[in-house]
């Protein structure tokens, strides 16, 4: 390695030349454009270079990029862009940040029974899956209520969330990645069906988590003879109708046991069926109804919780957001910062002020403002919804080649790093089949016509290197190997 020391003092005639040579030997070396394999994969897919963005830089920014390649143009960046979204969580909240879902009871117990309502009241738990509302309403029943006699209310206001259609993005609304998000997000709002054949039977056995209130479920569907096809397919399901989930084919018996997660039809509906359902299936009884409403906010300050219910801490969520490009949670996250970090407005007549809904515009301003102080004004990035799930957000191989940098000297370097999918291990990246398998930390992103990753590549010299690589293209998918091949470049640097 070449050793640059200040030089001694010479004549001043010297000294101009020995300025000149000392620069020219001793400056950071200029970035170099694409490696010749990432070049030779991009035109084997037939994607022209302009396509494609790429930024490897050293980690603690201690050197002029080995690759800078349209790095400063801004592009959709699909799922990478949950990296800004969860590390400014991390550095905003904490990484021991957790949600609350707390609820309340209006009436008086005697002998098992509620006389009046229960109100479950949530305000963003990304992950309130099927196990913890079980556990909630067990603890309901802990209380020694185990009869209802007015309603279950289910407060969704702490979002201020406009009507989304689970079709617009895709066209495919049955996704479980296309769930819109809600202040008291059930399960994703999805179904999920475990067929099982029955041994030396004629049929498999058909259970639906949650069990849902109002809907006609088919429990059996017939067996199949051979090998196991598409078995979603030979099923031929139909959800046409929200109130009946039919199959009008059969199940291999060959397919073994599977599981196969559906967002519901009716996602409108789908949280108050889901949580009578469930509270019947426990052996609860309800005289009223299960119904969405709000609790008065002088009832919230009159009355504290019966209990609440605290979620994982924020470290653990993210791990499942970037690991898994969970969408539906980062934007739970992404609405917490605006619901959270927003100023409570001070409401006339009021003692006091009033937290207003998350919603997204209040999160731009925050994850803007945050930018700004952390990163400074250059590379700001076109937000959405801080998922990824978008046409319209952008961002630069610079921008988050800055932000990575400025994470991995961050004392949260740790949580972001452990969320990260590790090439040919885990996530995203499990079947990533390439020679640099375990030496990278990558969050991924895809989107038709967009492919990406972005983190860290453990050089086999020892050094950690920030990658971001972006292709927009109607043939992005084509790219993958390019981008492999760019990783397999780093790891060897």
Not at 101 to 116: C, E, H, K, Q, S
Not at 149 to 169: E, K, R
Not at 296 to 305: F, L
Request: hydrophobic letters at 45%; glycine letters at 8%.
């Amino acid at each position: 390695m070449r050793l640059c020391r200040p030089f001694p003092p010479l004549l001043p005639t010297l000294q101009v030349a020995a300025c000149a040579l000392w620069f020219t030997l001793c400056s950071p070396a200029q970035a170099q454009g694409l490696p010749p394999e990432v070049d030779a994969a991009l035109a084997r897919a037939k994607i022209p270079r302009e396509a494609m963005a790429v930024l490897l830089v050293d980690a603690q920014g201690q050197a002029t990029p080995r690759v800078s390649h349209r790095a400063s143009v801004a592009m959709n960046p699909a799922s990478t862009i949950k990296l800004v979204t969860t590390f400014a969580a991390l550095e905003l909240l904490g990484p021991g940040y957790t949600w609350s879902t707390p609820v309340f009871i209006d009436g008086a117990v005697r002998d098992g029974t509620l006389y009046g309502n229960l109100t479950i009241q949530g305000q963003g738990d990304p992950r309130l899956v099927l196990e913890r509302l079980w556990l909630l309403l067990r603890r309901v029943q802990g209380l020694g209520i185990h009869t209802i006699a007015g309603d279950i209310i289910l407060d969704n206001t702490a979002f201020a969330v406009p009507a989304i259609d689970p079709s617009a993005f895709d066209g495919e609304p049955l996704r479980p990645y296309n769930a819109a998000p809600d202040a008291l997000l059930l399960n994703f709002k999805s179904v999920v069906m475990t067929f099982v054949p029955e041994p030396g039977g004629t049929v498999a056995r058909v259970q639906f988590d949650p069990p849902l209130a109002g809907v006609q479920l088919q429990t059996t569907v017939p067996l199949l003879a051979g090998e196991c096809p598409d078995y979603r397919s030979a099923l031929r399901a139909d959800f046409s109708d929200p109130k009946v989930i039919r199959f009008a084919g059969g199940y291999a018996q060959s397919c073994g046991e599977r599981v196969w997660p559906v967002a519901y039809a009716d996602p409108k509906t789908y949280a108050t069926r889901a949580v009578q359902g469930l509270w019947q299936d426990m052996g609860g009884k309800l005289n009223g109804t299960v119904r969405m409403g709000s609790l008065p906010g002088t009832t919230a300050a009159a009355y504290k919780p019966v209990f609440e219910m605290r979620s994982a801490p924020l470290a653990e969520i993210v791990r499942d957001i970037n690991k898994y490009s969970n969408n539906v949670m980062a934007q739970q996250v992404y609405l917490t910062l605006g619901r959270v970090l927003t100023p409570p407005a001070p409401i006339a007549g009021i003692a006091d002020a009033v937290t207003a809904p998350g919603s997204f515009e209040a999160s731009h301003k925050v994850v803007q403002r945050w930018w700004t102080e952390r990163l400074g004004a250059d590379d700001l990035p076109v937000l959405e919804n801080g998922s990824g799930l978008s046409r319209n957000e952008r961002i630069s191989a610079n921008g988050l080649g800055r932000l990575l940098q400025a994470a991995f000297v961050s004392p949260l370097m740790p949580d972001l790093m452990a969320s990260l999918p590790i090439n040919g291990v885990d996530g995203t990246l499990r079947r990533a089949k390439t020679r640099s398998n375990g030496y990278a930390h990558l969050k991924t992103g895809s989107l038709n016509e967009v492919v990406a990753v972005a983190g860290y590549v453990h050089a086999a010299g020892g050094k950690r290197f920030v990658l971001v690589a972006i292709v927009n293209h109607p043939n992005a998918r084509a790219a993958r190997l390019a981008i492999d091949a760019m990783v397999d470049w780093a790891s060897r640097q």
